[in-house]
Every structure is written in C-alpha cells, then in structure tokens.
C-alpha cells in the first residue's frame, strides 16, 4: 500500500520555518511511529524529500509503503497521517492527501500496489519517485542551505519463509501481456 503525501506550513507560519525546525518536526512525526502502534500499525519504509518555494517554504513530499496485506483505506490512512502532522506541528502544519485525489492522476503508481501489476509499478518508479530526484527541484533548494533534502527509511529484510503458498499471479488489473 503506497501513499503519498505532502506535509508543510500555514501560509502565515511557512516564511518562519527554517529547515532546521522543519526537519525537527517531521524527526518528532518519525520518532512517534513507536508510541503510536494504531496509527502506524504495518508501517514499512518511506522515502523524503525537502524542498523550499517562495509560497510554501520548507515542506516535505513522502512516499510511504504500508503492508497491503494488513493495511487499507489508503486515502484514510493519509488523512490520519496529516492529521497527526498537524498535532505535530502544534496548528501550523498542514498537508496534502495525494490518494485522496487518485482520479486526478492520469499514470497511476499509488494506493494499492499488487506484486505482479508491472504497470503501476513502473510509474511507482519511474513518475513518482523520480520526482523526488528533479535536478529543478533541486537547484532552487538553496534556501535550505547545507540542509540534508532527501532521507529514506529501512525496509525490513525479505524473509525466506516457506510458509503458506507460493505467491501467484491472478492476472492484476493492468497488467500488460
């Protein structure tokens, strides 16, 4: 289950944020997934990106990969994320729920992902987490400073186990043959 999500400032807090403060933020947001077991149950690994505008300030794009097997709603989950930023960020946070707008995205590579869909997976990796790299975005990141603007977390080891059946494909919705 893959969500995307954009975390960031209330347009009257966004030109006092530093990147320091930011990045502390959303350290607090990370450092709370173990006190928080309900909300970032099946949690496994995220990929970030900082970024500064002239309108948003410093702000975040995430990818976050959940167990489909054991997590649904995607847009709902987002929305409790974002939510929880804005607790956070004690009211001055705000986001924006990608896979609450899924009908929006004409290449989709978010929400649920099935292990055979080749297609969904390929925008996954070609669309949006290529973004994530955009030498543009990039080059106008110097109101960051020597600020760190990309981050991931550890995905827990594949485990060779030989219990229950052997993954199948069952013919994934977009997939092409």
């Not at 987490?129 to 760190?148: C, H, I, N, P, W």
Request: charged share 30%; with cysteine.
């Amino acid at each position: 289950l893959v969500l995307r999500i954009d975390f960031s400032y209330l347009a009257e807090h966004s030109h006092r944020v530093s990147a320091e403060t930011a990045k502390e933020d959303f350290a607090h947001f990370l450092e709370n997934r173990r006190s928080n077991q309900t909300l970032f149950a099946s949690w496994e690994g995220y990929l970030w990106k900082l970024e500064w505008g002239p309108l948003k300030g410093c702000h975040f794009h995430l990818i976050i990969f959940f167990n489909g097997s054991e997590r649904h709603k995607d847009a709902y989950i987002a929305q409790q994320l974002g939510d929880y930023w804005k607790t956070i960020t004690k009211g001055r946070g705000i986001y924006w729920n990608c896979n609450s707008n899924i009908e929006k995205y004409k290449r989709l590579g978010i929400g649920m992902l099935d292990h055979f869909d080749e297609k969904k997976l390929k925008v996954l990796r070609e669309d949006v987490v290529r973004y994530f790299t955009k030498s543009d975005q990039y080059l106008r990141a110097t109101a960051l400073g020597e600020s760190k603007r990309f981050g991931r977390g550890i995905m827990p080891a594949e485990r060779e186990s030989k219990a229950g059946r052997p993954r199948k494909d069952r013919g994934a919705p977009g997939r092409e043959e």
